[in-house]
């Protein structure tokens, strides 16, 4: 089948060489132009002489842009696959292809829609996630669902470790099956159910800051569902620093108290608990582990964190 392929990063690179490996044809690779550094997928593109096409927008005011969308048309897709997609794509490309667009997608629809899916699926604490493979329509992650995939949520797990471990390589092969189910015409198209949909904004570093009076497993939730981005932040001795790789921890003191500061980490009181951290990113800093990061600020046992 004549594949095109929207998206960018190692991610689209992979799902490019995965639908090669298969005998799709590729016609053409659409993303947003670079900038400081060659993209992964642009370049396996230039690699390979097939179109790129990486408009700085797909449409402006609601009205296509119009060189795009013809320099887009002439590769001649039969369908569209959106793998990594930041930009705003308008619905006559992705109604474009014979057999139209589709998206892969970090939650199992209907809940979590919104490109922050990952992140609140820790955040709320769920104990199981997935990715979806669906059909894409005008609407923010509402279109049928072609295929899902399951996967737990373990006690530490982060973003980070959850993208890295399950959503990469699963949505690699993901959407390699869903696109030979369209080949097959075997393809299902089963609606969402609107009354279990959920919709989540966009997880930003505001919200990300931490509240050591709300529960433990609250602050351990809101520090792995930040990590790596946007990252979970606090403040000591009036500055800000970052903080990753959170485990429940015993301890009981006033909120926000530091308890203990040694090789696994640093440990701060919550309510009903503790938690240990083991790596910070101090304001203007380079990342590094949590004890060297209370040494070097003078951060001890009693230090109360974000007062």
């Given at each position: 089948?004549?594949?095109?392929?929207?998206?960018?990063?190692?991610?689209?690179?992979?799902?490019?060489?995965?639908?090669?490996?298969?005998?799709?044809?590729?016609?053409g690779?659409y993303?947003?132009?670079?900038?400081?550094?060659?993209?992964?997928?642009?370049?396996?593109?230039?690699?390979?002489?097939?179109?790129?096409?990486?408009?700085?927008?797909?449409?402006?005011?609601?009205?296509v842009?119009?060189?795009?969308f013809?320099?887009?048309?002439?590769?001649g897709?039969?369908?569209?696959?959106?793998?990594?997609?930041?930009?705003?794509?308008p619905?006559?490309?992705?109604?474009?292809p014979?057999?139209?667009?589709?998206?892969?997608?970090?939650?199992?629809?209907?809940?979590?829609?919104?490109?922050?899916?990952?992140?609140?699926?820790?955040?709320?604490?769920?104990?199981?996630?997935g990715?979806?493979?669906?059909?894409?329509?005008?609407?923010?992650?509402?279109?049928?669902v072609?295929?899902?995939?399951?996967?737990?949520?373990?006690?530490?797990d982060?973003?980070?470790?959850?993208?890295?471990?399950?959503?990469?390589?699963?949505g690699v092969?993901?959407?390699?099956?869903?696109?030979?189910?369209?080949?097959?015409g075997?393809?299902p198209?089963?609606?969402?159910?609107?009354?279990?949909?959920?919709?989540?904004?966009?997880?930003?570093?505001?919200?990300?800051?931490?509240?050591?009076?709300?529960?433990?497993?609250e602050v351990?939730?809101?520090?792995?569902?930040?990590?790596?981005?946007p990252?979970?932040?606090?403040?000591?001795?009036?500055?800000?620093?970052?903080?990753?790789?959170?485990?429940?921890a015993?301890?009981?003191?006033?909120?926000?108290?530091?308890?203990?500061?040694?090789?696994?980490?640093?440990?701060?009181?919550?309510?009903?608990?503790?938690?240990?951290?083991?790596?910070?990113t101090?304001?203007g800093?380079?990342?590094?582990?949590?004890?060297?990061?209370?040494?070097?600020?003078g951060?001890?046992?009693?230090?109360?964190?974000?007062?």
């Amino acid at each position: 089948m004549r594949i095109g392929l929207f998206g960018q990063m190692p991610f689209g690179a992979a799902v490019y060489e995965r639908l090669k490996e298969q005998g799709h044809t590729l016609v053409g690779v659409y993303g947003p132009a670079e900038k400081s550094r060659p993209d992964p997928l642009a370049e396996a593109a230039r690699r390979d002489g097939v179109a790129l096409v990486q408009p700085a927008r797909w449409q402006r005011k609601g009205v296509v842009d119009e060189p795009a969308f013809e320099a887009y048309a002439a590769t001649g897709p039969e369908l569209n696959v959106m793998a990594f997609v930041t930009q705003i794509i308008p619905a006559r490309v992705l109604e474009h292809p014979p057999q139209q667009t589709i998206q892969y997608h970090p939650s199992l629809l209907p809940k979590h829609r919104g490109r922050s899916a990952i992140n609140h699926a820790l955040l709320a604490g769920d104990a199981e996630t997935g990715l979806t493979i669906f059909w894409v329509d005008e609407g923010i992650d509402t279109g049928p669902v072609l295929l899902q995939k399951r996967f737990p949520i373990g006690e530490n797990d982060t973003v980070n470790s959850l993208y890295r471990e399950h959503f990469f390589p699963q949505g690699v092969d993901a959407l390699a099956e869903a696109v030979g189910l369209v080949v097959t015409g075997a393809a299902p198209r089963v609606v969402q159910d609107e009354s279990a949909a959920t919709y989540d904004a966009p997880w930003e570093g505001d919200a990300a800051r931490i509240d050591w009076t709300r529960p433990v497993g609250e602050v351990h939730n809101l520090i792995r569902g930040s990590d790596r981005q946007p990252g979970a932040w606090t403040t000591a001795g009036g500055a800000t620093v970052k903080l990753y790789g959170s485990a429940l921890a015993d301890g009981s003191a006033a909120p926000g108290t530091v308890t203990a500061a040694g090789p696994e980490g640093v440990t701060i009181a919550c309510a009903g608990g503790a938690v240990r951290v083991d790596t910070a990113t101090p304001d203007g800093a380079k990342r590094g582990s949590a004890r060297d990061w209370a040494a070097g600020a003078g951060v001890t046992a009693s230090t109360v964190l974000g007062s």
